[in-house]
């Protein structure tokens, strides 16, 4: 196997690393590369970044930054990483669709985690987020994401599989588990039984889609339910979309089901 050169093996981790972290990160990033003690890098990114994956790929970037290209000074290493990140904002405002994971990590295919994709996807918002998930339960970045949201005058509509409580091994209340500040300034909807056909097993059919919708122009599709389960050690796929006509669809399509009556509204108690 041919050895990749020191600054090589720099441009290819930064362009995997700008891949799955958010441009803001890579920032903080560079700010202790640029700024602390060699002795502290470590001890810095876990003070400076507070999501635990995120920190995880920072912290393998610095460890092989500096067992094998530790020639590459820090201000090359500083600029390869603005290089990657600013490159991967442009595509990915200019209209993309992007595979999201969450699952086993592979240094050799890059993936967006779930978590992650679905927060850029609440953050980007300026006007309405429509979220849909079967199940919702401890996801605490995702809540504080959407409260945010809310504050900044982001429309809030989600859409659950009922808001009773969730049957089965770990039952829950729908609602309760979305918690006081979410279901204050949400508008919430379930799918009423009457309203589902029945199938051969005489079982009424379920709420099964997860996504998350920002403006009817940036969405995430995925098999996750909006759970700690599916964000950290379940085998997720699913895709970004950034533009074209399928946000605007699925947003039409929601609002439709809304207008129609066929999804109702959790009265606030």
Known sequence: MIQMKPEQLIVEQAYWLALSVPQETIESAISVILNAQESRLQSEIFTRIPHHQHREMLLSFIERWKSDAKEIEANSVAIALRMAAHSQQIQRNSGSTELVWTGPHTTKIPFRYTEQ?????????RHRIILVSFAVYKIPNIAKALINAAKRGITLTVIVETPNLIEGEGEYNTIQALGDEIANCSSIYYWPEENRQIGENGKPGILHVKCVVADAHRMILSSANMTRQAFTVNMELGVMIRGGDLPGTV??????????GQLRMVCPN
């Open 117 to 125: 994709a679905i927060l850029e996807i609440i953050e980007s918002a």
């Open 251 to 260: 947003d039409r399509q929601f609002r439709s089901l809304i207008d129609s």
